[in-house]
């Protein structure tokens, strides 16, 4: 097994460039872009598909996705804030913090985009406030701690990415069975790609005394225990291809097989694989692919 390549890019550092460039590769903008997408078709499309747009876009759900994006915001600026000397070496081409954002302002603008979603997800109900609550809190505890502690980091990352697949589903209690099942396929998508990423990451994790699951069982028998998870995604696609195929469900079969179940069988030919560098970047930017379009096949579920 040969190791992971040391990371090259063509991109301009981060310093470098704008401030809208430097503010959007802090926050992530496109990660929040299409956690928005996300939460807009769950509560569309799962949740309320007859319901006239004035509806769906109710003022309440605009705070709700204004909450949820904030903390996300708080908890990307947080992983930065602490992970500066990590990402010198694994991602120096996007390092912001400690070169185009002083460490001080970071810190300042978590706490206040934290605080922001937490009181405003409060002010809609309790039950969201301790959500949002909880999911600060976690973030916190991920870049402090849990990062650096083999699969847990991995778990928790996953956790959150399903709590906010189940935020409008929270505030609406409609009880409907396919956001949960949208839940645990994001949950097990997003576990094989964060321990990708740690196998991607593995030099400047080792360099800062991080116990990955790589660093802590090595590379193989880290794709195997995300071949596991991905294993199990699997197995869940099919029994819901087999409910929609005696359903007469087609539109919606034709797009998960197509665009879902095909990718998740080349990502698992592609794990086993995968020995550089570069193999795990393009196994995290395919397992990124085939979540886009598990959220967009929403709009097919009606």
């Not at 996705?65 to 120096?92: M, Q, T």
């Not at 809190?137 to 956790?159: E, M």
């Not at 396919?178 to 790609?193: D, Q, S």
Request: aromatic share 6%; charged share 15%.
């Amino acid at each position: 097994m040969a190791a992971p390549e040391h990371p090259r890019s063509n991109q301009p550092p981060a310093a470098d460039t704008g401030p809208w460039r430097q503010l959007a590769l802090l926050i992530r903008l496109p990660n929040l872009l299409i956690m928005a997408l996300c939460l807009l078709l769950v509560r569309k499309a799962l949740l309320l598909p007859d319901a006239p747009w004035s509806v769906v876009l109710d003022p309440s759900f605009a705070l709700l996705a204004l909450a949820a994006l904030s903390v996300a915001a708080g908890g990307y600026i947080i992983n930065d804030y602490y992970d500066v000397k990590i990402d010198a070496i694994n991602r120096p081409d996007r390092l912001v913090v400690g070169k185009a954002v002083n460490r001080r302002h970071a810190m300042v603008a978590h706490l206040l985009l934290s605080g922001l979603g937490v009181l405003v997800s409060g002010a809609l109900s309790p039950l969201l406030g301790l959500v949002n609550l909880g999911s600060a809190l976690l973030l916190w505890g991920y870049s402090v701690r849990f990062k650096r502690v083999a699969l847990v980091g991995n778990v928790s990352i996953a956790a959150l990415t399903a709590a906010l697949v189940l935020l409008p589903e929270l505030q609406l209690r409609v009880g409907t069975k396919p956001v949960w099942l949208y839940a645990l396929a994001a949950f097990l998508l997003t576990v094989v790609r964060e321990i990708v990423k740690d196998i991607e990451d593995m030099r400047g994790d080792a360099a800062h005394d991080c116990r990955t699951l790589p660093l802590v069982v090595g590379v193989l028998r880290s794709k195997w225990v995300a071949g596991f998870f991905l294993a199990c995604l699997v197995v869940l696609v099919l029994g819901v291809e087999k409910v929609l195929v005696e359903a007469e469900h087609w539109a919606l079969g034709l797009w998960l097989l197509l665009l879902v179940l095909l990718p998740l069988g080349w990502l698992a030919a592609q794990l086993r694989r995968a020995d550089r560098r570069r193999h795990f970047a393009q196994l995290s930017t395919g397992c990124k692919l085939v979540m886009l379009a598990g959220v967009l096949s929403m709009l097919l579920v009606g």
